[in-house]
């Protein structure tokens, strides 16, 4: 059975940090390009973070460029999303999807067919 799990969010003042895990079981991660999307009650998941298969290649969103970073753990299955210098405007629940075939750009959620029931972040001011 294909499941993502996600983890690590929490309560953080703003200017601090937080991993997020993206756990895959019932298939091998590496096997699907990754996204981290992140959702407020009322509004449309948003595009945070992609990672390619290979893990070479990463994008995000103009809004947590050069504060946060995805990456891959092969050891443990699982693709990491790094978040530092946290702004209050970074809360909400984040998901990881995976995807197999980019049917629309990496940015729409459309492209990916496994979702985890997400972890929620909240950065206090």
């Not at 629940?93 to 980019?102: D, E, F, L, P």
Request: charged share 20%; with cysteine.
């Amino acid at each position: 059975q294909v499941q993502l799990v996600e983890s690590g969010g929490g309560l953080v003042q703003a200017g601090g940090s937080l991993s997020l895990s993206c756990a895959a079981s019932g298939f091998p991660i590496s096997d699907r390009f990754i996204g981290w999307f992140r959702q407020i009650p009322g509004k449309e998941r948003e595009f945070v973070a992609h990672i390619t298969r290979s893990g070479v290649t990463q994008y995000y969103a103009d809004s947590v460029k050069g504060r946060f970073a995805i990456s891959r753990d092969r050891s443990k299955n699982a693709v990491i999303l790094r978040m530092d210098s946290l702004k209050p405007e970074d809360t909400a629940k984040y998901y990881c999807g995976a995807g197999t075939y980019y049917d629309t750009s990496y940015s729409n959620s459309r492209s990916y067919d496994n979702w985890g029931q997400g972890t929620q972040v909240t950065v206090s001011s």
